[in-house]
């Protein structure tokens, strides 16, 4: 079972940027999509990106299109998400999540609801 550590977090102002990580333990990052989510005060969690350790491809929701990346790093089995052009809605706790996928511009998770603790981004005047 994989197991995820996030960092990264912090407060910016809108239109800043911020680069999360997340260190992945507990087995080797190697076929089933990875993906970031979020969750707002009083919101349910949503996906934001997911990106596959196969052949790197990346799809994000259409909040974010555009404005952040995801990427991957197999040799120190981490996963980053490079946000830029923040927003005040980007604002949550945000989270790794496995297996991952996308649809429609939407992120899904299909997990068995083990999250780590998160990263908290808070984007403010």
């Known amino acids: 079972q994989l197991r995820f550590s996030e960092s990264g977090g912090g407060s910016v102002q809108p239109g800043g940027s911020l680069r999360l990580s997340c260190t992945i333990s507990?087995?080797?990052?190697?076929?089933?999509?990875i993906g970031w989510f979020r969750q707002a005060s009083g919101k349910v969690r949503e996906g934001v990106a997911c990106?596959?350790?196969?052949?790197?491809?990346?799809d994000y929701a259409h909040s974010v299109a555009g404005r952040f990346a995801a990427s991957i790093d197999r040799a120190k089995g981490a996963v980053y998400l490079q946000m830029d052009s923040l927003k005040p809605d980007d604002t949550g706790v945000y989270y790794c999540?496995?297996?991952?996928?996308?649809?429609?511009?939407?992120?899904?998770?299909?997990?068995?609801?083990?999250w780590g603790k998160g990263t908290l981004v808070t984007v403010s005047s």
């Open positions: 507990g087995h080797t990052v190697d076929f089933y999509p």
């Open positions: 990106i596959s350790p196969v052949d790197d491809r990346t």
């Open positions: 999540g496995y297996p991952c996928g996308h649809r429609a511009g939407v992120v899904n998770y299909y997990g068995d609801d083990s």
